[in-house]
């Protein structure tokens, strides 16, 4: 894009083309920057494939009517939900990073044996599963994850925190005053609030500008580059060590041959000009839903008893927003509020460990208000005036659960429905668990509690129906009977594809996903590379 730093990587189509690469890797997000970097550390010639275009960092970031009601960024790619709604990602160079709300939790170690911990007698066929890998083989990308995104928080203050081997590497800022108000009442019902992790640049580290605390932080990019996504982090170091980001380039297809992937047939989504780009490995991560629609495009789903799974465990999380309305300003600095976390629940009822509870919860976090203009447009008829009036008096908590996997819960390809480059549209089947409604109940029936305690005179629920925390459409596992991609995320049966964004999970856990897919991306990458450390199979 013009204007930005890194415009010179927009290469012509013949140049790419006539380059043979190392790697392709599609997808700028968190798998596909984690592994970028991973292999340029090693000297490898990296081309990164971007449908999105790098974000302006102008008055537009921070505008509600441009980034929300106008969506600025908004791809021209729909997917089509259950009910026949079309919902549209936004696309930028960076994928979710630019515009996500940087919380940055680990997975509980727990969660990478939830099959084997809640199956019973009762229940033998529990539809969660085990990973092929555990929570010790992830820790150290964790920890690098953490360094790279630069995540302050507080180690040793959440309760169910898993073991860690370094501190975080930056401080959180003190809290707002509705953080403070939901940590008071947590703290009062006997609970353990802390500091919600997050990618947040607060002392200026870098030579970068701090971030100022403004009220539009999720959903928006950050105009001062103060939020640590990838755009401004992962990516200009991997450039900066010769990997090559080409935005406005949708792939189409891969193509394969004798068991290898050969090519990948791209799109120009400027001249609409079609070419194919070769290299000698592949790497897919344009997220859980488009990685499952190129795949399927790609014809992957006839390939060996694996390619039949693609698209199908699609994940979630079972989550709503619990909303308080108070007599007193909830927010008077009016200023960034995700910034408390309780964990308590994870495990079920406050306290419980996994092994005691076969029905295990998830956590509540404080959510950004949402900006005037985006309520007014937003609510329902008859609250969009009261919605948008009382928003200085509104405290929102969001409720994080479990998403069950469940092979029917899948992306496909739409028999009908094109996109104006002519690609069949991604259609998404899924269906909540009674399990899922439960934990997500609980969660509520606690966050409303806290909510009460806080001092809300009035309350209201409601769900969250999007695809952002989208995970486990090509679970990785032991067995290509059960599991599209093997441990170390490779396609089982063709050696030179991998998938690396958030598909690779067979368990959602019950915490937001980035830092697991980075740091599963780093894991992985670091075995391709053929780093130090990193050669052996789990
Ligand atoms: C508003 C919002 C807030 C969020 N907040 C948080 C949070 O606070 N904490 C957290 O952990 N998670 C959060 N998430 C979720 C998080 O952003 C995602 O889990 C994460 O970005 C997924 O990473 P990924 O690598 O799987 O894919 P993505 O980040 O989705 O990246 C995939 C990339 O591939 C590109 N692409 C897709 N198809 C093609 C194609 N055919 N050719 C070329 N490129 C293609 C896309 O444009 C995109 O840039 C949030 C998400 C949203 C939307
Ligand atoms: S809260 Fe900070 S990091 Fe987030 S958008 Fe505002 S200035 Fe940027």
């Not at 073991?163 to 939901?182: C, I, N, V």
Request: hydrophobic letters at 40%; one cysteine or more; a neutral charge.
């Amino acid at each position: 894009m013009a204007g930005s730093p890194l415009s010179d990587s927009h290469l012509a189509p013949d140049v790419i083309a006539n380059t043979l690469w190392d790697t392709v890797v599609i997808g700028t997000g968190f798998g596909g920057s984690m592994m970028a970097l991973q292999l340029a550390r090693a000297g490898q010639r990296v081309l990164l494939l971007e449908r999105g275009s790098w974000v302006a960092r102008d008055e537009s970031a921070w505008d509600p009517t441009a980034i929300l009601l106008e969506r600025k960024y908004q791809s021209e790619t729909a997917v089509v939900r259950e009910n026949g709604v079309r919902q549209h990602p936004d696309e930028l160079v960076g994928g979710n990073s630019v515009i996500y709300g940087t919380a940055s939790l680990r997975m509980r170690e727990a969660d990478l044996t939830m099959g084997s911990l809640l199956s019973s007698a009762e229940r033998p066929e529990s539809a969660f599963v085990d990973w092929p890998i555990r929570y010790a083989e992830l820790e150290p990308y964790y920890a690098e994850a953490e360094q790279l995104l630069g995540v302050a928080g507080v180690a040793g203050s959440d309760p169910t925190e898993p073991t860690r081997s370094s501190p975080f590497p930056f401080e959180p800022a003190p809290y707002s005053t509705s953080a403070q108000m939901l940590a008071d009442a947590a703290t009062a019902r006997g609970l353990h609030p802390f500091p919600l992790p997050v990618a947040i640049n607060f002392s200026g580290a870098g030579g970068r500008t701090k971030c100022i605390q403004c009220g539009t932080c999720d959903l928006f990019p950050c105009k001062l580059g103060a939020k640590n996504d990838l755009a401004v982090t992962v990516l200009p170091e991997a450039i900066r060590l010769g990997a090559v980001v080409r935005p406005r380039t949708i792939v189409e297809r891969l193509v394969h041959s004798g068991g290898r992937i050969t090519s990948v047939e791209c799109i120009d989504m400027d001249s609409r000009a079609r070419f194919t780009v070769r290299a000698g490995n592949f790497v897919v991560s344009a997220g859980a839903v488009a990685s499952s629609a190129l795949l399927l495009r790609s014809g992957l789903d006839a390939m060996g008893p694996n390619g039949r799974l693609i698209g199908r465990h699609l994940m979630l999380h079972c989550s709503g927003i619990a909303i308080g309305i108070f007599l007193r300003r909830t927010n008077p600095e009016d200023r960034f509020l995700k910034q408390v976390a309780i964990s308590d629940f994870y495990f079920g009822a406050a306290g419980q460990s996994p092994e005691q509870n076969r029905e295990w919860w998830g956590v509540i976090q404080a959510l950004q208000v949402p900006p005037r203009e985006y309520l007014m447009a937003m609510a329902p008829v008859p609250f969009k005036r009261p919605s948008a009036a009382t928003r200085g008096y509104h405290l929102y908590a969001i409720c994080l659960a479990h998403d069950e996997p469940n092979p029917e819960n899948r992306v496909m390809l739409h028999p009908t429905d094109r996109d104006p480059y002519g690609l069949a549209l991604a259609q998404v089947i899924h269906r909540y668990s009674e399990r899922d409604l439960r934990a997500r109940d609980a969660l509520h029936a606690e966050a409303r509690k806290l909510l009460r305690k806080a001092g809300a005179v009035l309350q209201f629920r409601r769900p969250i129906e999007t695809l952002s925390h989208a995970v486990g459409t090509c679970r990785m596992g032991d067995d290509p009977e059960h599991a599209v991609l093997d441990p170390w995320c490779q396609f089982f049966g063709v050696p030179n594809l991998h998938v690396v964004d958030g598909s690779f999970m067979p368990t959602s856990g019950a915490v937001n996903p980035s830092l697991t897919i980075a740091a599963n991306a780093l894991r992985v990458g670091a075995h391709l590379a053929g780093l130090a450390g990193c050669r052996t199979a789990p």
